[in-house]
Each structure stands twice: as C-alpha cells, then as structure tokens.
C-alpha cells in the first residue's frame, strides 16, 4: 500500500493540503467545529444514536470526523460501540496524522488511542466505544463490494471539481444502496451535480446554510416510502 499514501504540504504549518488534489483536508477556519456542523448536526446527531448506530464515511483522511464522532458518542453514554466505516483512497502516514491531529487539543486523549494503532492501510480495531473499519481502495470499487448499511454518511470528498471521482452518481448510488431505511447523508458541498445524483438515487436533499461563511450545503435522508 506504500505507494498509494497521500502526500501532504501544509499551509500555514498546520492545515493538511493534498498534493495529489491541490485542496485541505478540511476548513482552515476550524476543522472540528466543521465537523461537528456539517456531519453530525448535519445528520441530527447525537439525538439520533441508538446502540448499534452506524456512521459510513467517504473518505476517512485525517480522521477528524471520526474523532469528533467518536467522541460525541461517549459524551452520548450509548451502550456498546459506535460502528464507523470510513473509505479511503491514499490513507495518510501516522507523523502527518499525528501533526494534523495535533491542533486539537479537545481530542487529544483519543487521537492518540487512535494513532497508536493506525498504519496507512486497511484497519479493523475495537477501542472503547468504537469498532473502526477503515476500507482501504478506491471507493468506486470496495463500496459496491461491501454488504453493510450505515445510518449516517458523511460524504466528504475533495472538492467535486478536484477529485469528481469520489462523487459520481454511480457512486452515490451505491451510497444510498448501502443506507438502512430513513438512514441520512450530509456534506458540506452544494454543487447542483452532486444533489441532482442523490436525488436520482433515492434521497430527499435538501440545501441548507453552510459552514462559517459557506453559503450552502447538502443533508438528506433515503426516501423509504414510495
Ligand atoms: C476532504 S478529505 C477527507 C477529510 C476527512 N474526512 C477528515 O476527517 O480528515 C477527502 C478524502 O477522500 C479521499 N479520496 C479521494 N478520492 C477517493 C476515492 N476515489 N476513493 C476513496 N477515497 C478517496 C482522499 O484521499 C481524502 O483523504
């Protein structure tokens, strides 16, 4: 897998730029307070968690959404562990992990429970409150091989104009195939072609006001009843 790990420049000593992509990892304003609108509000959680609650990911990069997860699901008390399936193209080395990781202080204890057992390639761990798959592949291939269903997706690709791989209706089809009945998606891009894909395949979207400044985003929830 050495060959497909993402290469990393940094803006500002500490945001995680992709070369491959030319675009961050996440907002240069605050990371996690972007996580925390865009994937969990976005997909009302915590009210929605129940034991057994799946989170599905597109595209697991840093691992700042799952930590944010994570953490708002012990903060939650749930019995058992949150599942969280996250799909990655070009997983990141552990030092560039632990460097983006770094700026948040609030996770630390967890990041570092994390990275302990984290190497740039498939995972499967079980820490407390959490059991981690991280499926490693191009997602256009390993979710149309995978037979699980998640209650919540975060769709959170590069830029669709950058990496339009990662958001292909073939793709977002196969995310709404693997999504349990009234299960939800959020992301923090408007782009019409990304609505109009989840649309055709099964969501209700809607377009809310976005992150710090962004105008727009995405969140919607598979229409079960025809
Ligand atoms: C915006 S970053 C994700 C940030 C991440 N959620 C976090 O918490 O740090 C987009 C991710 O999608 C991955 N990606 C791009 N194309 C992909 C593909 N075809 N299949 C799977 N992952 C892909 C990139 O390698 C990158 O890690």
Redesign the pocket.
Known sequence: MADQT?EITWRDDRLPV?V??D????SKDD?LAE?RFVFLKGNDLPARFQPGFHIA??????????LAAWKVWLDAGIDGPLLFT?????P?AQTDMAR?LGSFPELAGMAEQFLSNWSPGDMHVEMPGLLLNVIV????Q?LANWNGHADAW?L???APAR?P??WEPGLLGNVAGHTTPNGTFSTYTAAGAVRRALSDSGFQVERIAGFAGKRHMTIGRLDTVK
């Open positions: 993402a992709s491959k992509f675009d961050p990892y996440y990371g996580a990911e597109l595209g697991f990069g840093t691992g700042l959404n799952m996250s799909f990655e193209a070009y990141m983006a592949g191009d997602a256009r390993t975060f959170d690709g590069f990496n791989e990662l």
